[in-house]
């Protein structure tokens, strides 16, 4: 992690480098992705087994993805009754955040009009699991609990086995807390393939959210049109606004937060205080020599950390706005007065008192959120991704008689002669 100041050239170049990461996809990883996909969408079942032998070292059949009632109630009893109660306290907190988003259907009449939208559920989702180091079952909270509440009727999930063929409990129970109605041992790009192609044990999904490796996140955009996807979620990221009275120890803790998730996660400091930057840059070296995954927080400190030194706040919100962070903490004295000058961040965290890892697990709002810059046009994950909307329009035949004589001028305005006949002849034949 370095200290840089703010204009500086390679305090340019550091921030031109992060920008870059985004979108960059190796030629050999498309090519990978391609074929699967291709293997799939042509042989089915037969070529998602073989992917999953080849790739995660696993032989399954028909008989075996699918997770079977008695290897969930397993879960349950091998998980510590403290986890158990720790997801059912992140789920109520996630499901009461997200009743709040429900978009009901509205219509509204006037002089013989009546127009609306119809908002309806999508049918079938499909939800990545990502597996690999870590399990997560916050991720399946988060994706499963928006669909749930939308009203999704058919809600499927795809998560890698373990080589014994195994899925950690704790994924287990966090998708049957939430209502997940199939889960399947089967992970990577070729999941992704399954959901979007289907095949004879997968069932074909109308979109496929959660967050997964450079393959996966590959597989969603290329399938994207075939199905729905949420978002393509690059590497995680960590802005931190801090003045000169925040702690050493506890922005070198919340850095630290990021950077154990992935060597190429980010982790960024903005301050005005010179003292602060070299006080946060030697606490992280102090803290990370005692984490379990120090060799991936090691590597991401090494490429995409730093702590930048800013004339001030307004300097810093400036900053901000331009990277438009993942995760944004303002760790100020008044948080409240900066937020104003906030244009862009997925997740905003207000003073001292709030880590970004409340936002991962417990606060209630969802943690699937937009990375690399795309949060100056993208949101959080939410309830309205898993519907859909109709336009409704009812006109009488006395409201299609007075606006015919518009319509018409409109439609012969952009040369359009037929739509301007399809107004006028319910009035004159």
């Not at 606004?241 to 919340?254: L, M, Y």
């Not at 997740?347 to 936002?359: C, K, L, S, T, Y």
């Amino acid at each position: 992690m370095r200290v840089l100041h703010a204009g500086s050239q390679e305090c340019t170049l550091f921030f031109s480098q992060l920008r870059s990461r985004q979108g960059t996809i190796p030629a050999e990883v498309e090519q990978t992705v391609r074929a699967i996909l291709e293997g799939i969408r042509t042989d089915g079942d037969v070529a998602l087994f073989e992917q999953t032998e080849r790739f995660d070292g696993i032989r399954l059949d028909a008989t075996s993805v699918r997770v079977r009632p008695k290897e969930i109630e397993e879960a349950y009893a091998s998980l510590a009754p403290a986890s158990l109660e720790a997801l059912k306290a992140a789920a109520s907190r996630i499901r009461a955040f997200h009743l709040r988003q429900l978009r009901p259907s509205w219509f509204s009449e006037e002089d013989g009009a009546i127009v609306g939208m119809l908002a309806r559920p999508l049918e079938r989702v499909g939800i990545y699991a990502p597996g690999g180091t870590a399990a997560y079952p916050s991720t399946v909270l988060m994706n499963a609990i928006p669909a749930v509440i939308a009203g999704v009727q058919d809600i499927v999930m795809c998560t890698p086995p373990h080589r014994d063929g195994q899925v950690a409990s704790a994924v287990l129970v966090a998708a049957n807390l939430c209502g997940v109605h199939a889960i399947y041992k089967v992970g990577g790009a070729q999941a992704v393939a399954a959901m979007a192609y289907g095949t004879a044990s997968i069932p074909k999904v109308d979109k496929i959210v959660g967050p997964g490796n450079v393959y996966v996140a590959t597989a969603k955009r290329l399938v994207f049109g075939q199905v729905g996807i949420d978002m393509i979620a690059g590497p995680t990221e960590l802005l931190i606004i801090a003045d000169e009275e925040a702690r050493a120890a506890w922005v070198a803790a919340d850095l630290l937060s990021q950077a154990e998730h992935d060597p190429l996660s980010s982790a960024m400091l903005l301050t005005p205080s010179q003292q602060l930057a070299e006080e946060v840059v030697d606490e992280v070296k102090r803290q990370v020599a005692l984490l379990p995954r120090r060799q991936i927080a090691e590597a991401s400190l090494e490429r995409f950390a730093v702590a930048v030194v800013v004339k001030g706040l307004d300097e810093a919100a400036t900053l901000s706005n331009e990277v438009a962070p993942e995760h944004l903490e303002l760790l100020v004295e008044d948080p409240w007065g900066l937020l104003p000058r906030i244009r862009h961040a997925g997740a905003i965290f207000m003073g001292d008192a709030n880590p970004e890892v409340v936002g991962d697990y417990l606060a209630g709002p969802n943690h699937v959120l937009p990375t690399g810059g795309t949060a100056r046009f993208a949101s959080p994950l939410s309830v309205a991704d898993f519907q859909h909307q109709s336009s409704l329009i009812a006109f009488s035949r006395q409201k299609l008689e007075a606006l015919e004589p518009t319509l018409v001028e409109l439609a012969r305005l952009e040369g359009l002669e037929a739509h301007a006949r399809a107004a006028s002849i319910r009035r004159h034949v």
